[in-house]
């Protein structure tokens, strides 16, 4: 069994509010009598993608389990990779693999610089093309920032990530991927995409409002919340919401 912790849209921005709503999620992942697998950060990790911010959430970010990033469209790439990752600055996008617990995580760069929708680059399909192919016979999970479908919210679905049609055909390549995880819309949600689970975890900062529900469209109020993802043996995925109150 796989146990993977999946946060969400920190928005580190100098101020306390933001730190102290990411220190009680990783606080709470930290104190857990048994560690996750790994934690997954699916990006917006900063507000505004300076080197301060990525200064404090390498404080905050916990150090019982594997803790996997990447980017969202509040990150900025060069500082990112500078000051989080520990790595040479440079402005191509930011994939990354990893593994834990006996699956593989292929984190995607969906970030477009300047602009808050999102697009998986020719350079960044290939790469994940070539992620799967290596890792045949292993459970993968596929992670970017911006959901590649419509979540049924003016507001979040004309910054989502668009060009999915062509990350589909990747994906119906690979059978072994068994679910595709992202943020950016600041609520838990789960769909489909390409045959295979789609769930996005909560907002950290903030809590989407739907069309349908009253008041602002982010809701600062609610509390932060995480997902649990639980990979069985037998490669049957079950996700839990937590709210971290």
Known sequence: MIVVAHVSDIHLDGGERSAERAERVFAYLDALPRPVDAVLVTGDIADHGLAAEYERASKILPTSAPVFTCPGNHD???AYRQDLL???VGDEPVNQVHRAGGAVFALCDSTI?????GVLTDQTLSWLDEVLTEAADEPVFVCFHHPPVRLHSPFIDEIRQYGEDQLAAVLA???QVVAVLCGHA??????????RPLLVAPGVVSTLRLPWESGRTLDHNLPPALAFHVLDDDR???????VIP
């Open 76 to 78: 900025v790439r060069s």
């Open 86 to 88: 520990d790595q040479p």
């Open 113 to 117: 610089p300047t602009r808050d929708d």
């Open 173 to 175: 390549r690979h059978p």
């Open 186 to 195: 600041h609520t838990a949600a789960a769909s489909t995409f390409a045959g």
């Open 236 to 242: 049957r995925l079950t996700t839990h919401y937590r």
